[in-house]
Structures are given as C-alpha cells and as structure tokens.
C-alpha cells in the first residue's frame, strides 16, 4: 500500500525542486546582456508572474511576496518602451560589469573574492582555482562549456545555469524515483554550494542593490539575496 504521506512529500519536494530550477534559470539569464525579451517581461508583468510562483512554491513569507509584487508593479506602471527599457538595463548591466575601465563590482568569483591585501598581483581569469574548479564540477555533473563560450567558468550567470541544471536533475530522479541517481544530483549540488557559491553569491547580489543606479537591478539583487539564503543558509 503506497503511504499516501510520502507520496505528497515527494511530490512537494519535486516542486520546490523545479521552483528552484526556475529560479536559477531566471538568474541566469538575469545576469547576461539584458534582451528585448527581458525588458518586455518587466513590463508585461510575466516576469513578476514567474518569480512571484516561486516565491510561493518556496514558501517565502506573506511580507516578501508582497514587497516583490509592490517593486515589480513600477515596472509594469512605467511608461517606457520596452526599447527604451532595454537601453536603460543594458547601460547599467555595463556600467556594474563590463565597463572596461572599472565595473562596478565583479560578476566573476575569482575576481569578486579577490583582495588585493592578501594576494599579490591581479588574478588570471581562465586559469584561477575558482573558474578551474568550477569547471571541474561541471565536467563531473556530465556538462562542457561549448566552445562558443569564450569566458571563465566561474561568471556569476554560467554557476547560475549549473544549479538550474541540478536542480532540474533531481526532479527528474525524485519523479523516476531513482535514489542512485537522486543521491549524485544532491551531492553535486551540495559540493557546488560549499566550494562556491557560498563564498560569494548572497554577497553579490546584496552588492547588485547597493551599487545600482537602476531600479531593476536593485530589484534582482533582492531577488537573488533572498533566494540564496533560502537555498544556501537554509541549506534546501
């Protein structure tokens, strides 16, 4: 007889697992060249929509719901274009990364954990023991940065893709009810959060809020901050 009780913890935990693969995708793409497509989710309010179920999903509090729905509805409210919202993110996506005279802030790990007062001399980006290891773990996880790919491993966007990945893994072991197969993904995901993204991701996007000029990143930041203590501190 199937214990109607494990089969809805089951169940239960397949959906926060997917939640968390979502949540992870959207991060992902969050924190690449911002898209037409991306300019017009924060004005349709189908990006809203989608973090919004997560957040739920995840069970994040009344309070948090609320205040992300409050932030996203300025986005749907504006009156800009969505041409005119994707110049606007795309200036600011430079100015906090890529600004070739000085970012910001860092969105690769060697660089972001780099001090300058314990280390000498500056970091070398593809062959630093973050970006190296990173890499590591994604040829351990059965995945290759495709060559097309002409960066370190460990940018914020690409160790933001790999946990989509094992995220949406496990799911798919818990729904197979593959216990060997279950056990890989959470080690896998167990290891990349301790050797990585608990040396800087919570961080990073607290920085994301502090040192935007923009609205929408400042709203990204909260996002991921608050994502990653559920996934990290609370160890899901």
Avoid at 36 to 65: K, P, Q, R
């Amino acid at each position: 007889m199937v214990n109607t009780q494990e089969v809805n913890t089951q169940e239960q935990e397949i959906r926060r697992s997917l939640a968390a693969s979502d949540m992870y995708q959207l991060l992902s793409m969050f924190f690449r060249l911002p898209t037409v497509e991306m300019a017009t989710a924060l004005l349709n309010g189908s990006l809203a929509e989608d973090v919004i179920a997560i957040y739920c999903e995840l069970n994040f509090s009344i309070e948090e719901i609320q205040h992300i729905k409050t932030k996203f509805t300025t986005f749907q409210n504006d009156e800009k274009t969505k041409e005119e919202l994707l110049t606007e993110i795309r200036q600011e996506y430079t100015r906090l990364f890529t600004n070739p005279k000085k970012p910001a802030m860092d969105i690769y790990e060697t660089l972001f954990c780099f001090n300058p007062e314990k280390n000498e001399g500056s970091p070398s980006l593809f062959i630093s023991p973050a970006a190296l290891d990173a890499e590591r773990c994604y040829k351990k996880a059965g995945l290759m940065m495709t060559k097309e790919v002409n960066e370190p491993g460990d940018h914020m966007s690409t160790e933001m893709e790999f946990m989509m990945y094992l995220y949406l893994e496990k799911a798919r072991a818990l729904q197979e009810n593959n216990q060997e197969k279950l056990d890989r993904r959470e080690a896998e995901i167990q290891e990349f959060s301790e050797v990585h993204l608990k040396k800087w991701a919570k961080q990073f996007f607290n920085h994301c809020i502090t040192l935007s000029n923009s609205e929408v990143y400042r709203t990204l930041g909260e996002i991921g901050s608050a994502f990653m203590r559920e996934m990290l501190v609370k160890n899901y």
